[in-house]
C-alpha cells in the first residue's frame, strides 16, 4: 500500500495491507502511526482521510475454460478506481455497495498487477459540497454528500477517524453459463402455513440462452420452475405445513429453517446455489388512532410485544476488528440484560451477516436504520442513484433474516429539519424529504413488502404532526441530558421511546488503558479528549451537582458519575414501563461504545459492563416492581411481561435509616399476562417525619424496589460499616457483605483488583442486619482486595455530610 499527503511530508510506501482491513489498522500494524484510541492520538491521524492511497497486489493467470471470471469486491471505502495491468476497469463512489468486474478477458498473463487507487474522501466529499452548498448537520462535517459511514467524521460519542480500504472481501469467481445474482425471499404466514415467494435473479453469460431450472428446497421439500432461454429471473412458491414460528426472546422459541436455492442445467448439472436461513413470523406496526394520540405498537405474529430494546452503534471504527465471535459476545451481553429488541442506528452500517445471523439464533428484534443521521441531505441525482444503489442491495442482502422487523429511514432528519434551524440555511433546496417519504418505501414496496418501513426515527406517523410529538409514534427523549435532570423523565408520557439515555466514563480499567495512570483526573485534557458530547463535562457536572455534595477525587468521581447514569437509566426506563399499555416500547440510547469513551453506553469498547447494564438487567427483568409518583402521592406498581399470572402479597415499609419501621402497607396483586397492576401507597407511607434520613422499600421475592425522599447530598446517610467474608473458590472468588448500616447501591468493580474479572451483580442496596453475596469470576489470588475500596463501595461513600 502507497499514499499519503506529500505536501505535509506524511507520503508512506510499500506498507503491508491486510484485506479486509483499513489504512489505519494498516498504518498501525506497520508502526508507522500510533493507536488512535489511546491518548490524544486521534488528533496524529487526521492527515489520513485526506489522503490517497493506493492498494496493490499480483494475481495469477486464470483460464475461464469457456466460462466468465468476475473480480469482486464485496466492499470498498469509498472512491475508487480499479486497475486492472494499468487498464481502468471499475470504480465506485459508494462504501455500502458490491462491486463486480468482468475479466474474463484480462487474465492472460502470467502474472497480472491489480491496483485500487482511492481518493482523499474529504476530497470528494468537498467537491460535493462545493458543488451543491453546504448542508446543515451537528458537526461541520460534509458527511452528508458521500455514501459513507457518517460517525467516521466524529460524533458525540466517538473519534473522527475517515477511513479508506478495501474493508470487505475480494474474490475471483469463475462461472459458466449462468449463476444466481440474488435472492429475495418473501416470507409470509397464511394460517397454519407458511409461504415463500422467492424471487432468483440470474447472470448469464452473453452466449447462453439456453433452458435452466431454478430449485427451492424447504423443510424437506423440493419446488422447482422453468427459466427459458434468455430470461433473467424467476419467481417461485414454496410452503410448509404448520411451521414453529419465530418468536423474539420472552414470547416463544426464535424456530429458523434452511432455505436452500439452486440453479441447474437442463441436464441436471449444478450450476450455482445459494443457502440461508428463514423465520415464519408476522410483523405489523399498530398506529392506528387512539384518545390519547396515535401508538407506535409492535406486533409479531399477533402478538403486541413491549419492546426492550437498546440503540446499536458500529462497534469499533474500524469494523474489520469486529469478529462473529466479538458480534456473538456483545448481543449475547444485550440478551443477559433482558434486551429483546437493537436498533441499528443510521449513522453507522448497514450491520453484518454474523450480526444478524446472532439476533436471529438469539431472538432479538432488529431495525435497522437507511444510513441517513442528524443531516440535511442534498437530492441530487448523483447522490440519489447512490442511494437507491445501496438500497437494493442491502435489503435483498439482509431480507431474509427474520430477527429484522423494521426499517426506519433515517435518523433525526424530519426532526432536524422541523426544529434545529435548518431552514434559513437550506432556503429552497431539498434536504432529503424525499429520500424518507417517496424513494425508500417505493423501493421497499417492490423488494421486501411483507416488513414494516416507518419513515424515520423519531416520527409522528404523518407529516401534519410535529415529528417528534411525543403522542404519537415514535419520540426520542433529549431533554434529559442536555438540559434537565432524570427526574424530567416523569414528565414525559410517550408512546414510544426510541432514544433516550444518560452519559457516564468507561470502566477503570478501560480508562487506564485509555489515558494512563497520571492522567486519570476528571480535568485532564487526555481524559478529555474521550468526552466528545458538546459540553458534556459541564453536563456530566451538571447531574453530579444535583444528586451529591462536591467530590474530592477521581474515585468518587467515576463512582458517582456511573452511579448517576444507572440511576437515570433506572428512573427513565421503569416510569415509561409503568406507563403500559400507553407506552409500547423503550430503546436505551445506547448498548456499546466504539472506543474508550465518557459516552451513552452501557457496555465500554474493552465489552465491560458499567453498573448502568446492571441498572438496565435489573429495569428489563420480565417482572418488576418499582415505586412512582402518582396523582400527588406514590404508588407501587407491579409489570409483568410474561405470560403467567403473578400473584404475590408483600409489605411496603417506611423505615429509617437504622431499619426501624415507622409505618408499613400489606398489599396484594394479580397481575395478567402482559400487564402492570397500581396500588396506592397509603398517606403514612408517602410522607416522611425526617426525609434525610429514611426510606420506603418493598420486597417480592427477589425483587426489591426502594425509595429516597431527598437526594444523596441531603441524606443523612450512615457511615458505611459491615463485614465481608471471602472465599477463595476454584473458578473465582465469593464475597458476602453483611449490612451493619444502611448500604445504598453496593457495588464490586471487579476489574480493579483483575481487569479480566466480571461480578454477577451490583447495585445492591441493603438495611441493617441484611446480607447479599457477589461472586467474582476471576483467576486473581489477591481476594482481599475485593471487600475494601476502592473496589468494594456504596453510595454512602459519596456523602460526608455529619
Known amino acids: 500500500m502507497d499514499g499519503g499527503n506529500p505536501g505535509e511530508g506524511s507520503e508512506v510506501h510499500n506498507v503491508p495491507a491486510s484485506v479486509p482491513g483499513c489504512v489505519h489498522t494498516d498504518l498501525m500494524a506497520a508502526g508507522i502511526i500510533p493507536d488512535p484510541y489511546l491518548a490524544d492520538n486521534e488528533t496524529l491521524t487526521s492527515w489520513i482521510g485526506h489522503s490517497g492511497w493506493i492498494y496493490r497486489c499480483e494475481i495469477p493467470a486464470v483460464d475461464p475454460d469457456g466460462g466468465m471470471t468476475e473480480l469482486v469486491f464485496d466492499g470498498l471505502d469509498t472512491f475508487a478506481e480499479v486497475r486492472l495491468n494499468g487498464t481502468v476497469v471499475g470504480s465506485t463512489t459508494s462504501m455500502f455497495t458490491a462491486l463486480r468486474i468482468d475479466v474474463t478477458e484480462l487474465l492472460g498473463r502470467e502474472s497480472n498487477v491489480l491496483e485500487v487507487r482511492f481518493d482523499a474522501p474529504y476530497a470528494r466529499a468537498l467537491a460535493r459540497e462545493d458543488a451543491s452548498g453546504p448542508m446543515p448537520n451537528p458537526y461541520d462535517e460534509p458527511y452528508p454528500f458521500v455514501r459513507k459511514t ?15 480500504g478495501i474493508w470487505k472481501p475480494v474474490y475471483l469467481e469463475t462461472w459458466s453459463t449462468a449463476r444466481i445474482a440474488s435472492v429475495i425471499p418473501t416470507v409470509t404466514v397464511d394460517g397454519d402455513t407458511g409461504r415463500v415467494s422467492a424471487l432468483v435473479n440470474l447472470r448469464r453469460q452473453a452466449a447462453s440462452s439456453e433452458d435452466l431450472y431454478v430449485e427451492v428446497s424447504l423443510g424437506g421439500r423440493t419446488f422447482s420452475a422453468l427459466v427459458a432461454g434468455g430470461e433473467q429471473s424467476v419467481t417461485l412458491p414454496a410452503e410448509l405445513a404448520r411451521p414453529e414460528l419465530w418468536w423474539p426472546r420472552g414470547y416463544g422459541e426464535p424456530s429458523t429453517y434452511g432455505l436452500s436455492i439452486s440453479l441447474r442445467s437442463v ?24 384518545a390519547d394520540g396515535s401508538p407506535f405498537t409492535i406486533l409479531v405474529n399477533g402478538v403486541p410485544v413491549f419492546v426492550k430494546g437498546v440503540n446499536w452503534i458500529p462497534d469499533d471504527c474500524f469494523p474489520t476488528r469486529v469478529s462473529p465471535a466479538r458480534y456473538g459476545e456483545r448481543l449475547e451481553q444485550a440478551v443477559a440484560a433482558n434486551v429483546n429488541f437493537i436498533r441499528v442506528w443510521g449513522g453507522g452500517n448497514y450491520e453484518s451477516e454474523e450480526f444478524f445471523d446472532a439476533a436471529d439464533q438469539l431472538g432479538i428484534l432488529v431495525a435497522q436504520d437507511f444510513l441517513f443521521a442528524c443531516a440535511a441531505y442534498p437530492e441530487t441525482a448523483e447522490l440519489m442513484a447512490e442511494v437507491e444503489a445501496e438500497v437494493r442491495e442491502n435489503v435483498t442482502r439482509l431480507s431474509p433474516h427474520p430477527s429484522l422487523i423494521l426499517w426506519f429511514g433515517g435518523n433525526e432528519n424530519l426532526w432536524g429539519h422541523e426544529d434545529w434551524e435548518w431552514k434559513p440555511v437550506l432556503g429552497e433546496r431539498e434536504w432529503g424529504r424525499k429520500y424518507y417519504l417517496e424513494l425508500l418505501p417505493s423501493l421497499l414496496s417492490e423488494l421486501d413488502p411483507a416488513r414494516p418501513y416507518w419513515p424515520n426515527s423519531p416520527y409522528s406517523g404523518s407529516p401534519g404532526i410535529h415529528p417528534n410529538d411525543p403522542a404519537h409514534g415514535s419520540s426520542h427523549v433529549w431533554d434529559v441530558w442536555n438540559t434537565e435532570d432524570y427526574g424530567a423523565y416523569r414528565n414525559w ?52 451537582d444535583d444528586h451529591f455534595p462536591p467530590l474530592d477525587s477521581f474515585d468518587d468521581w467515576l463512582f458517582a458519575t456511573q452511579l448517576n447514569q444507572a440511576r437515570a437509566i433506572a428512573t427513565g426506563v421503569e416510569h415509561f414501563r409503568s406507563l403500559r399499555p400507553l407506552c409500547t416500547g423503550t430503546v436505551l440510547w445506547q448498548l456499546n461504545d466504539c472506543w474508550p469513551a465518557l459516552s451513552w453506553s452501557v457496555i465500554d469498547s474493552a465489552a465491560r459492563l458499567k453498573p448502568s447494564w446492571y441498572a438496565l438487567r435489573r429495569a428489563y427483568a420480565d417482572r418488576l416492581i418499582t415505586i412512582q409518583p402518582f396523582e400527588d402521592s406514590l404508588a407501587l406498581v407491579a409489570i409483568n411481561d410474561s405470560d403467567d399470572h403473578w400473584m404475590f402479597r408483600t409489605c411496603v415499609r417506611r423505615t429509617d435509616f437504622g431499619g426501624s419501621v415507622l409505618a408499613e402497607q400489606d398489599v396484594e396483586f394479580d397481575v395478567g399476562p402482559r400487564s402492570n397492576g397500581l396500588v396506592n401507597l397509603d398517606p403514612e407511607l408517602c410522607g416522611a ?26 441524606l443523612d446517610y450512615p457511615t458505611p460499616s459491615y463485614t465481608a467474608d471471602i472465599t477463595q473458590e476454584e473458578h473465582g472468588v465469593r464475597v458476602q457483605v453483611t449490612a451493619n ?38 483467576d486473581s489470588t489477591e481476594s482481599e482486595r475485593f471487600g475494601r475500596a476502592p473496589v468494594l463501595r456504596c453510595a454512602n461513600d459519596l456523602n460526608t455530610r455529619k
Open 741 to 778: 448500616s444502611l448500604l445504598r447501591d453496593l457495588s464490586i468493580f471487579a476489574d480493579r483488583v483483575d481487569p479480566q474479572a466480571t461480578v454477577d451483580s451490583m447495585l445492591v442496596t441493603l438495611l441493617p442486619g441484611e446480607y447479599t453475596t457477589f461472586f467474582i469470576n476471576t
Open 689 to 714: 417525619e425526617h426525609p434525610e434520613r429514611e426510606l420506603l422499600t418493598v420486597d417480592a421475592g427477589e425483587h426489591r424496589a426502594s425509595w429516597f425522599f431527598r437526594e444523596d447530598k441531603d
Open 493 to 544: 408520557r410517550p408512546r414510544f421511546v426510541a432514544e433516550f439515555g444518560y452519559q457516564a466514563p468507561a470502566s477503570y480499567s478501560t480508562l487506564l488503558d485509555a489515558v494512563g495512570p497520571h492522567e486519570l483526573r476528571p480535568e485532564s485534557r487526555i481524559l478529555q479528549h474521550h468526552q466528545k458530547a458538546m459540553d458534556g463535562e459541564a453536563k456530566l457536572q451538571r447531574g453530579l
Open 267 to 290: 441436464n441436471g448439472s449444478l450450476l450455482d446455489s445459494w443457502e440461508r436461513h428463514i423465520g415464519f413470523r408476522t410483523v405489523e406496526i399498530d398506529a392506528a388512532p387512539d
Open 150 to 164: 457518517a460517525s467516521n467524521f466524529g460524533w458525540d460519542w466517538g473519534p473522527t477517524l475517515v477511513t479508506a
